[in-house]
């Protein structure tokens, strides 16, 4: 299976390339793009520093190159507008975000580092009952568990204010009752009123401080609320067994980390040569192509294998 994984990933950085072209200057260079990213998913695949993958014994028959760049060639290429560009072709092709999906599930996943790391980027943050340095992932997938949209932050980051600015407004086409469910902490007026009416986006979660809101000043306070937020207050008073039948669902996002995390080659640490913002997002990145072209390939021999 690692043949063909290797094989698909390969055509896609070499088609993304294609599509890219050079831009670097006006001169060709001595190694191509599509070369430099494959050598960055090899290394990121077997959880190796940049270092490792400038090293001819570091490839074998699966992916074997001619040639190899210097360490600061590389690490300098990996950087360049191009590679990114090339990286970010074969994330979109993979997550099938053209696709238009019934469901999406949002959450986010702490990517904590030592408490005594030197990282700048690292920020403090609450993570499951205590405080840890470092980053998080947070991530949208839809009904097929691809992950169609996701950001690395800081530690310290609102999962409000990323799904405000960086999630909602990216997601992919949802059909017409499609809806999209996160856990409380997305529980928010001006996420319903800024995003979810102008996007027409029906977002699902259970209602936070609801009981708070009773006494003599709760229908103002119904009326203040936007008209999404005001219908799942509705929903969660006089549905409940539908709505926890539905809201079940949201376990979907829960398999997903888990499989991204206990793969083989997954997202399981930030290891120690990992750290600042732009190189743990390059490297999360990676690991989510690896995580949703081994759903591609999967589901192609599923397809192949006769009833």
């Not at 977002?203 to 005001?230: D, E």
Request: overall charge positive.
């Amino acid at each position: 299976m690692d043949r063909e994984l290797w094989t698909s990933i390969l055509r896609a950085v070499q088609r993304a390339a294609a599509r890219v072209g050079w831009n670097g200057g006006r001169r060709k260079p001595v190694y191509a793009n599509w070369l430099i990213v494959a050598m960055y998913i090899w290394s990121v695949w077997h959880d190796r520093p940049l270092s490792w993958a400038c090293r001819r014994g570091s490839y074998h028959a699966l992916f074997r190159p001619r040639t190899l760049p210097s360490i600061s060639q590389f690490t300098r290429r990996v950087k360049s507008a191009d590679c990114q560009r090339i990286l970010q072709l074969v994330n979109d092709r993979f997550a099938q975000r053209g696709m238009m999906t019934e469901a999406v599930y949002i959450d986010g996943k702490p990517l904590p580092v030592s408490p005594v790391s030197k990282d700048r980027d690292a920020k403090r943050g609450k993570i499951s009952g205590a405080f840890a340095r470092g980053y998080k992932l947070y991530a949208a997938a839809n009904a097929t568990r691809r992950i169609v949209c996701w950001s690395v932050m800081g530690l310290n980051e609102d999962e409000k204010t990323v799904a405000r600015h960086a999630l909602l407004p990216n997601l992919p086409p949802l059909s017409r009752d499609g809806l999209v469910l996160t856990d409380s902490h997305y529980d928010s007026a001006p996420l319903h009123q800024q995003v979810c009416e102008p996007l027409d986006v029906r977002l699902v979660h259970p209602l936070r401080g609801q009981n708070r809101a009773g006494g003599k000043n709760r229908w103002w306070k119904l009326r203040k609320m936007p008209a999404s937020r005001r219908a799942l207050v509705h929903l969660w008073a006089n549905h409940l067994p539908l709505m926890r039948f539905v809201f079940k669902a949201r376990q979907q996002i829960e398999r997903v980390f888990g499989v991204l995390t206990c793969t083989g080659g997954g997202l399981t640490h930030l290891p120690a040569w990992v750290r600042g913002l732009e190189r743990v997002r390059r490297w999360v990145g990676v690991k989510i192509v690896l995580y949703n072209a081994r759903l591609e390939l999967a589901a192609r021999l599923q397809a192949q294998t006769p009833a």
